[in-house]
T-cell receptor, first 115, second 115 residues
């Protein structure tokens, strides 16, 4: 079974700062996806970024980037130039590339961007 | 708008009531999911349907009864619920061609309160 752990229940930074959210996972699979989802107060779960385990290059999406360390089973999210609209719950999630289609989520990190 | 629509957005029901949650996806996906999100707990996978067939039942009590009449619609029928069933219920969909899964897209959820 897969597990995903987010050890930071809450974080808070000032607008325009850079913040890094941590995520570790455990799996015996070799091919899988890792995701970061954002859930603002509107409750909509929005995909922020995706990483495929067989790709060594870290994924980037504008101000969002990841540091994927496969051997260490670590998958952190870096948000650069943070904005007030980044305030949300952030969830790290795991999914196999083949087979059972289910997302395994971490406990979430509540991120607050202060003006 | 992610292409996954859930109704109703809010529901208050008594423990003896019967109600249904509805989810519809307009993305042409072949897999649909129900997740339960309770306060201070990770998202819990409840059910997975793939091509209308249930492929995952995560030890969910029988008072929750899913129905998937086609690949675009998913229901969750509720009866004789308990107050601890109060939570946000999230629907999601994704695509699989048998060799590769895609990321899941979520609806905005139904906030359920059992009184």
């Amino acid at each position: 079974a897969q597990t995903v752990t987010q050890s930071q229940p809450e974080m808070s930074v000032q607008e325009a700062e850079t913040v890094t959210l941590s995520c570790t996972y455990d799996t015996s699979e070799n091919n899988y996806y890792l995701f970061w989802y954002k859930q603002p107060p509107s409750r909509q779960m929005i995909l922020v970024i995706r990483q495929e385990a067989y790709k060594q290059q870290n994924a980037t999406e504008n101000r969002f980037s990841v540091n994927f360390q496969k051997a260490a089973k670590s998958f952190s999210l870096k948000i650069s130039d943070s904005q007030l609209g980044d305030t949300a719950m952030y969830f790290c999630a795991f999914m196999k590339i083949q087979g059972a289609q289910k997302l395994v989520f971490g406990q979430g990190t509540r991120l607050t961007i202060n003006p | 708008e992610t292409g996954v629509t859930q109704t109703p957005r809010h529901l208050v029901m008594g423990m003896t009531n019967k109600k249904s949650l509805k989810c519809e996806q307009h993305l042409g996906h072949n897999a649909m999911y129900w997740y339960k999100q309770s306060a201070k707990k990770p998202l819990e996978l409840m059910f997975v349907y793939n091509f209308k067939e249930q492929t995952e039942n995560n030890s969910v009590p029988s008072r929750f009864s899913p129905e998937c009449p086609n690949s675009s619609h998913l229901f969750l029928h509720l009866h004789t619920l308990q107050p601890e069933d109060s939570a946000l219920y999230l629907c999601a969909s994704s695509q699989s061609n048998g060799r590769r899964n895609t990321e899941a897209f979520f609806g905005q959820g139904t906030r359920l309160t059992v009184v």
